[in-house]
């Protein structure tokens, strides 16, 4: 009964592949997220959806476009992998309204190396 | 532009020991203010949560604090316990998704 789950925990993948990264919450939440960790364990913000639309989409590479096939998924795909997309990804949830965002909740990650 | 900013970025306390970490933000015009926990190789658990309107949270040995004004939070840990030893993140949300300071690394001795 994991609230936020992500698939798969590791990824290992030579650059210039192609990959996915899948992420399910059961919560009833209509707002989902993407974060990265960096090597210095900085988290940052990347995407952000509300009812399967974009709202924000921060300094991204165009190369990393996520899909939201309905309001409990979230996938992220990632074109040309790159040495620098290695990172963990944390997919998050989070109920929308009106003033602001409410109290998020994260997946365990996908711990993505690039060779 | 939002930053937020951990101190210290480590700490090292011998069991029992209450401990402060701080966590400061530029912009005051946050919506709610998130306190995770991360263990190593581990995602991020929800500690506490404060919204804007709101002084103080508590949940057992945790207290959170919130001071908007002055752009300032601390997590109060009572009697520190080895099992406490993590990653403390410390992350403000507003009208865009958290924004998340570096952290305070924590390692409780025995």
Known sequence: ?115 | KQEVTQIPAALSVPEGENLVLNCSFTDSAIYNLQWFRQDPGKGLTSLLLIQSSQREQTSGRLNASLDKSSGRSTLYIAASQPGDSATYLCAVGGNTPLVFGKGTRLSVIA
């Open chain 1, 1 to 115: 009964d994991t609230a936020v789950s992500q698939t798969p925990k590791y990824l290992v993948t030579q650059m210039g592949n192609d990959k996915s990264i899948k992420c399910e919450q059961n919560l009833g939440h209509d707002t989902m997220y993407w974060y990265k960790q960096d090597s210095k364990k900085f988290l940052k913000i990347m995407f952000s959806y509300n009812n399967k639309e974009l709202i924000i989409n921060e300094t991204v590479p165009n190369r990393f476009s996520p899909k939201s096939p309905d309001k409990a998924h979230l996938n992220l795909h990632i074109n040309s992998l790159e040495l620098g997309d290695s990172a963990v990804y944390f997919c998050a949830s989070s109920r929308s309204t009106s003033g602001g965002y409410n109290e998020q909740f994260f997946g365990p990650g996908t711990r993505l190396t690039v060779l």
